[in-house]
């Protein structure tokens, strides 16, 4: 039995074989390879022995971890079941260690770190009884705990003046950002420190987070030149470190900057001023980032900082933009450009490219702004010459007006010309899945027009329409398109062609009398899929042996204008609904989509789902 849930998700193995089955599980050879997935969607890999006891030593009990094992003749994959038993079999603690840290008191906003003073110098630091010369002695002597020193030597209450001096005029940044961190120094003396340390961010952030340090970083900021703001900023940057109130404080130099005034050399950034903002704006919390991308005077700059593509690692998360950023940021990707591009991709199907969720959250907003692109002399058949068939489908899949879908279908078929009856055949079939998965996506939206079916049917061969028609919905449109398009590409006079729908005998209510169960028997003529599905769904609505749980598997098209059925089936829909506004707007929201296909029985689901808001 697996074990992996989590509130949200479940990860079920069961049709995996298990590591325990397979005693003794080779867990270090070098042909295994384990896989962790979290809940959070974190996939990761190990392959060495450290890696590998390091993966099940931290791994949790809601991850699911999986074993690729080759075996003589093919490659298993094993679902690891037992977490405890595989961490004994590598000399592992079988539960995983919890990390605790003691804490320190510290200013509000500085995150202790917890460290204790070791070794002779840190035990001459915390004597009680220290003549003011030692202290002067520890102070000044540097060494491989000197932060955490300093730190016992500025908790004294006894500590020597002199020695206090040489504290505050330590070497490197490590000290003086824990003495500013640690809040026992005055306005002044960080005033001091900083000004020995100015191009030294990390100070600048510490004493931001300080209410006595404040005041003086912020005076000290706001003095600086955009030239100088920069250099502050990128000096000694870390990944993973966060400034978020340096980022306040020196944004507003850099964007009220002339443009290149700030920015960095060609080789780090060709717009070295939007690499700043990017990294900067990447700090910020999510609110003051949203509340800087609608800003009336530089909310168009941080837009384009944000969307600007990364080269190399320059801080920030431009590249992890949340759904919010991204609405924020819908003015910059839908801007229409001066010229449409005689080739390559638009601006605003690259940013639905390295964004995808756009197509869910602003679906109609990109499909309005390749509208504009197309009025302005773009075309989708641009796309279509250079077999980027992919980036067509993921056009289609926002485009929801006919105008749009008819310029896809076009560019669909853009190197086939239209041939008339008894001209089922062409001269080459398409080589790429793509296409095929593109031409049927288009077919297949509710929302294109029949002439754009037709369009692309005209254009395909028998044996590609034949395959269009067999993943198309049993008495779907495009099935219908399928079969009209089929029978008039045959041949005149040609008898037994294999387009005519099959006559499948239907047994009246005398047969069905006789048969043991006849409900099962029209079970599986509303079950059938063939080219006859209409007229066997009117032969079960009319025999007497129907009854509504039967009725209900049909689509509701073929329940609505029935005259028992009809009203039998608003009535059921009435009773479900009943006085809850929302599932009446959940009834609306359904049948706009495609109600010529849902089936009865699935309506009923999907209303009665909708519970959350009552």
Known sequence: MITQVTANIRFDGRALRVTSAAEPFPWLDRRVTLVRVTPGGAVTQAKSDGEKRAMLGNADDDDLLLAAWPGEWSQDVFVVDDLKGARASLGLPRHKAVATSAALPVDAGVQPRGDVPRGLWGHLAGLDALPAEGQRQVAATPGFEARQVALAMLARQDLDERARCVLLKADGYQVPEALIGSGRLTGDEIADVLRDHPDSGDLFEAALRTASGKGAARRMLAALDPAAAAHLWRHDRWHGTNRAGLAAELLPIILGAPNGTAAGSANEDPDGRLALIRSMAGDLPL????????????????????????????????????????????????????????????????????????????????????????????????????????????????????????????????????????????????????????????????????????????????????????????????????????????????????????????????????????????????????????????????????????????????????????????????????????????????????????????????????????
């Open 287 to 614: 609110a003051e980032r949203l509340e800087l991308l609608a800003d009336r005077s530089h909310g168009v700059i941080v837009q384009q900082a944000l969307l600007a593509e990364q080269r190399g690692f320059q801080g920030g998360s431009a590249n992890a933009l949340g759904d919010d950023e991204l609405l924020a940021c819908l003015p910059m990707i839908t801007a229409p450009t001066a010229d449409a591009p005689a080739e390559g991709l638009p601006h605003v199907i690259r940013y639905v490219q390295r964004f995808p969720q756009l197509a869910d959250i602003a679906g109609r907003q990109i499909e309005s702004a390749l509208a504009e692109l197309i009025a302005g002399g773009w075309h989708p058949m641009q796309l279509a010459r250079s077999g980027q068939w992919d980036t067509l489908a993921l056009i289609t899949r926002i485009a929801d007006g006919a105008s749009l879908l008819d310029e896809l279908a076009k560019a669909s078929v853009f190197d086939r010309t239209a041939k008339g009856p008894g001209q089922g055949s062409f001269q080459q079939r398409w080589q790429d899945p793509a296409r095929y998965d593109l031409v049927e996506l288009i077919a297949g939206k509710p929302s294109t027009p029949d002439t754009a079916v037709a369009y692309i049917l005209d254009r395909l061969g028998s044996a590609e329409i034949e395959d269009l028609s067999r993943s198309a919905s049993t008495g779907s449109r495009l099935a219908a398109l399928c079969v009209e398009a089929l029978q008039q590409r045959a041949p005149q006079g040609a008898s037994g062609s294999r387009v005519t729908p099959r006559q499948v005998h239907l047994p009246d209510d005398e047969e069905l009398s006789k048969a043991d169960d006849p409900r099962a028997v029209l079970l599986d003529l509303i079950q059938s899929r063939d080219y006859d599905q209409d007229r066997r769904t009117q032969h079960v609505l009319d025999s007497a042996y129907m009854i509504d749980d039967l009725a209900w598997r049909l689509p509701v098209k073929a329940l609505e204008n029935h005259p028992v059925y009809g009203p039998r089936l608003a009535a059921e829909i009435a009773m479900i609904c009943g006085s809850s506004p929302a599932r009446w707007e959940e009834l609306a929201r359904a049948w706009s989509r495609q109600p010529t296909q849902l089936l009865a029985v699935n309506l009923f689901k999907r209303l009665r789902k909708v519970l959350a808001a009552e």
